[in-house]
């Protein structure tokens, strides 16, 4: 009777466990490097915003490969990163700056491929800018380069690519 009980305890635990090994074995990888153009113009803009930046462009990536390739890799190139407002490290080199008040047309764009799980490559490339300097909204320094990984992100989804 007793190994009944310890039978039905390990059963549900090892569902549990195949079923995480599956998902892990299944979750999308997606490197991101940045471009040329960009990498001279990252000390400007700042180390660290410019790699929190491509983390936010992973998790956006990520999550839309998870929906729509499950097991994909992104081989992902940041050409152009543009912020809405000034980032730390340009108020820092530019006193004049003004964090509020100087506002400019942001966003990003991203060339690379997707490699599916069966090994089929397709080749992507994104970009969204603001149109003009009035269709610039909200506070955040980058809203913009935010708004183009979404959108590139829900390009992924609907298989655009």
């Known amino acids: ?9 390990f059963a549900p635990l090892a569902a549990t466990l195949a079923a995480a090994a599956m998902a892990q074995a299944q979750a999308p990888t997606v490197n991101v490097t940045v471009g040329p153009e960009l990498q001279r113009q990252v000390e400007k803009l700042g180390d660290r915003e410019v790699n929190e930046q491509i983390a936010g462009l992973q998790a956006e990536v990520g999550k839309a490969l998870e929906q729509r390739y499950p097991g994909a890799t992104a081989n992902l190139i940041l050409v152009d990163l543009k ?45 969204y800018f603001s149109p003009n300097i009035a269709d610039v909204w909200g506070y955040s320094v980058w809203r913009d380069a935010d708004r183009a990984f979404e959108r590139f992100g829900n390009q992924i989804e609907r298989g655009r690519f």
Do not use: C, W
């Open 1 to 9: 009777m007793n190994s009944m009980r310890r039978l039905a305890f």
């Open 83 to 127: 912020p809405n407002r000034p980032t730390m490290e340009q108020v820092r080199q530019t006193p004049g700056l003004d964090p509020i008040n100087s506002i400019s047309i942001g966003g990003a764009a991203i060339k690379g491929e997707i490699v599916t799980a069966d090994g089929q490559t397709l080749p992507v490339q994104y970009s």
